[in-house]
């Protein structure tokens, strides 16, 4: 597992998954009012020997916002517990695509844990290479040591974005589809005011997936950031509606080269629900 690619395919993982030391992970998620389950389709199926890790349940409960990051120590603590310690390979994927999985993805790497992959097109190319699956509960594995290294460049507040816009010390890409950006379309989360922050640049993560749900190969991804006027050779803050499609485009930019991409953790969930951050309506 080296630092070339941010993702594995589902080749690569079926040839290595008895290895001692590596560790699969279930992040799958869905937006409220899906009407799906993943706890429950995970007791249904999933890869063998994989834990579950919902990106709410790990998070700081504290603040009312979604999935907000936990405190680094009740991190290590909880995925300890799941049998992930510091000498792990982790593999995350989701039941879907790439989405929830980047989140973790994004999460480990903030707790300074670099040997994180995501699996490319999530469940469904397990699926397609006939690898086995798994019923019933999570894998009881032993407890294992993880120790935690907040790493603070990978994550921004509120007021650091705000001072970032302010003094376009980086390129804040809000990656929410065009509608949501521009404020022609309604948040799924009630409360929040539409439009976009001032300054921020709109490269929706959906363009950086492929029709099989997949991360784009590099060239695609140079073109779509391209067309969306972000400068890969700045620094770039990532944001959304929640933080979790924002660590899409930071694994993206990381298939690129750029590992230090930061993610507004409160992304629009925070920015467009408070009166006094200010909000632009139409085209960046």
Excluded at 2 to 28: C, E
Excluded at 193 to 204: D, E, F, Q, S, T
């Amino acid at each position: 597992m080296s630092q070339a690619d941010p993702l594995v395919t589902a080749a690569w993982l079926k040839a290595r998954i008895a290895a001692p030391d590596l560790r699969t992970v279930d992040a799958s998620w869905f937006l409220p009012g899906s009407g799906r389950d993943p706890d429950a389709e995970f007791l249904e199926r999933h890869i063998p020997g994989s834990v579950r890790l919902d990106i709410d349940a790990v998070s700081d409960r504290a603040i009312p916002l979604p999935h907000m990051l936990p405190d680094p120590m009740a991190f290590a603590q909880t995925v300890g517990e799941m049998g992930l310690g510091s000498e792990h390979r982790i593999v995350v994927y989701a039941s879907e695509g790439i989405l929830p999985a980047a989140r973790v993805w994004w999460m480990f790497r903030v707790m300074g844990h670099d040997a994180v992959t995501v699996l490319d097109g999530g469940l469904a190319k397990w699926l397609a290479i006939r690898g086995p699956l798994q019923a019933g509960p999570a894998a009881s594995r032993p407890p294992a040591r993880f120790r935690a290294r907040f790493r603070k460049d990978l994550v921004r507040s509120f007021d650091q974005v705000a001072e970032t816009l302010e003094q376009g010390t980086a390129q804040v890409v809000d990656v929410r589809p065009a509608p949501r950006f521009r404020g022609e379309a309604p948040e799924p989360r009630p409360g929040l005011r539409p439009g976009h922050m001032p300054g921020a640049l709109n490269a929706p993560y959906a363009e950086l997936i492929a029709p099989d749900g997949t991360l784009k190969a590099k060239a695609a991804l140079q073109k779509a950031f391209a067309h969306a006027h972000v400068a890969l050779d700045r620094p770039i803050v990532t944001s959304c509606g929640s933080g979790v499609s924002a660590a899409v485009t930071a694994l993206a930019l990381a298939r690129l080269g750029l590992w230090d991409v930061a993610v507004y953790d409160g992304s629009w969930a925070e920015w467009g629900g408070r009166d006094d951050a200010a909000v632009v309506i139409g085209a960046a």
